[in-house]
């Protein structure tokens, strides 16, 4: 029977966790390795009511994408958000793997998820980073072809809502038809010059700034935020399928209960 570190050695596999940004906290968060392993819940955050819905599940662990520790702890208790997290999981003797900007940066990870649900072709990397140590290329976001080109950018950024079930669209025309796109799942709007480098007309993600629309709208790219929740959430389903498949005797499950957090009148 499978174990927490087994899952945690096949994710660390196909996105080191090594490779993550220096900011960040991945990894093996919660719980015991040698924990036995009949049911995992696939979720983007670990949230109470994810924690719930996996206890109501029997599961033993938690895959996520957001680190449900971030920043360095003085104290656990019910007083803060994180430490009703924190002790729920212990209570109910549920583990947790988060893959954050390891799984933002991997192949086969959020971003190339992000190319892969708005259809593009031809998907390579938007900026590199470096090469893990099987001699894989990383970096976050991706770029490719339009799966229809030469839409306007109202007429894409209604496309890229459709396909992520984004809540909104908010997006700035640059005045080019939608040809070739870069995509960075979650806040990424620190790249608009990486995208014109690789000579994109399009970008979608999160997060965005005005500062940054101006910019983007000066320089003549199509720039779209279509939420951080659409733009990462597309990895979960892709991941239960892998992990389906490496764990066959583990019942993988997706998260039923975490959506979007905001709505929009």
Do not use: W
């Amino acid at each position: 029977m499978a174990e927490v570190g087994d899952i945690y050695q096949f994710i660390d596999g196909i996105a080191p966790f090594d490779i993550q940004e220096d900011f960040d906290n991945a990894g093996f968060l919660v719980g015991r390795g040698d924990r036995k392993v009949t049911r995992v819940l696939v979720s983007l955050d670990i949230t109470p009511e994810v924690v719930v819905e996996a206890a109501g599940l029997g599961a033993e662990l938690i895959v996520a994408h957001h680190p449900v520790i971030f920043h360095p702890l003085k104290s656990i208790t019910d007083g803060t958000l994180t430490g009703r997290v924190l002790l729920a999981l212990a209570e109910y003797k549920i583990a947790a793997i988060c893959a954050h900007t390891n799984l933002d940066a991997a192949h086969g990870g959020v971003n190339g998820c992000l190319a892969q649900a708005l259809g593009l072709t031809g998907i390579g990397q938007l900026c590199q980073a470096g090469t893990d140590e099987k001699g894989r290329p990383y970096g976050i976001g991706r770029v490719g072809m339009a799966h229809q080109p030469g839409l306007s950018a109202g007429d894409y950024a209604s496309f890229v809502k459709e396909k992520l079930g984004s809540v909104s669209v908010r997006y700035v025309d640059g005045g080019r038809p939608v040809e070739k796109v870069a995509v960075g799942g979650g806040a990424c709007g620190s790249m608009l010059e990486d995208a014109l480098t690789q000579g994109c007309d399009t970008f979608v993600t999160a997060d965005l700034k005005y500062n940054q629309f101006l910019d983007a709208k000066a320089l003549g790219l199509n720039l779209m935020d279509a939420g951080h929740f659409p733009t990462e959430n597309v990895v979960c389903a892709p991941l239960v399928s892998r992990l389906s498949k490496a764990f066959p005797e583990v019942e993988m499950c997706l998260s039923a209960v975490h959506a979007e957090v905001y709505e929009n009148v």
